[in-house]
């Protein structure tokens, strides 16, 4: 019976392509399920071979350790050079996003308190 190693859901494709890679290179029987159209589907990584589980599940654990300690580096690195991305940076870089977030919240917020506040008189 198939087992379910890796979600691809909000995975970005380059680490997807990553993950395929390195299964492959260690001959794990591997097959992907789709979403589907309407998303009702799993997008996933499976292994065929209940057998190679273990296995395939330390070399993924090692994979994902090692992605992560990649990833801190990159951010530290770019923080280190004034880089790192900030809020204020991305309200510099995107202020109609920013301000129609704002309202968004804005109105949401009235929506929720106005009955609240219409009791206290």
Do not use: C
């Not at 794990?28 to 309407?38: H, K």
């Not at 090692?66 to 690195?77: F, V, Y």
């Not at 923080?79 to 991305?90: H, N, Q």
């Amino acid at each position: 019976m198939a087992r379910l190693l890796f979600r691809l859901g909000n995975v970005p494709d380059a680490e997807a392509e990553e993950v395929r890679e390195l299964f492959e290179a260690r001959g794990f029987d591997t097959f992907e399920t789709r979403a589907g159209f309407w998303g009702l589907g799993v997008a996933a990584i499976w292994l065929r071979d209940e057998s190679q589980f273990d296995a395939a599940r330390e070399a993924l654990d090692a994979y994902q350790q090692g992605l992560s300690e990649r990833m801190r580096q990159e951010h530290s690195d770019l923080a280190e050079r004034g880089e790192a991305p900030t809020l204020w940076k991305r309200l510099l870089q995107h202020p109609v996003r920013m301000l129609l977030v704002a309202v968004a919240v804005a109105v949401i917020l009235a929506i929720t308190l106005l009955p609240f506040l219409g009791l206290i008189d």
